[in-house]
């Protein structure tokens, strides 16, 4: 289930789409704002934050569970990655559901010929 950003404005908003490009720009690596694709067609940034994001949590969920092998952490220190691991993970994958909202509104804004 998607949830919307709380600190985005509504869709259908006055100047929504503008805000959702900086917001989901804001989710990417920072060179994507050098691109004018991005900046210029708001779906196709979508498009590929979202595999950014996917790509994030996959990340997170492989140093979890890779963590207690290969890490070579003291006990102290690996338990507090754990932790800092579980929090960004939970944190991305709230990110990424807020951005599957932002790209459906996008998506949904625009019509079949555009």
């Known amino acids: 289930m998607s949830s919307w950003p709380t600190d985005l404005i ?38 590929v934050a979202k595999f950014q994001l996917e790509h994030q949590v996959e990340a997170i969920r492989d140093a979890y569970r890779s963590a207690r092998t290969t890490a070579h952490l003291p006990p102290e220190a690996l338990a507090e990655l754990l932790s800092t691991l ?8 709230l990110e990424l559901s807020s951005a599957e909202a932002v790209i459906d509104a996008l998506n949904s804004s625009k019509t079949p010929n555009q």
């Not at 720009?25 to 704002?33: N, Q």
């Open 10 to 47: 509504p869709a259908g908003a006055p100047g929504w789409e503008i805000k959702a490009s900086a917001w989901l720009l804001d989710r990417c690596p920072s060179e994507f704002r050098t691109y004018e694709i991005f900046r210029t067609h708001p779906t196709a940034l979508g498009y």
């Open 86 to 93: 579980e929090h960004e993970g939970a944190r991305l994958a």
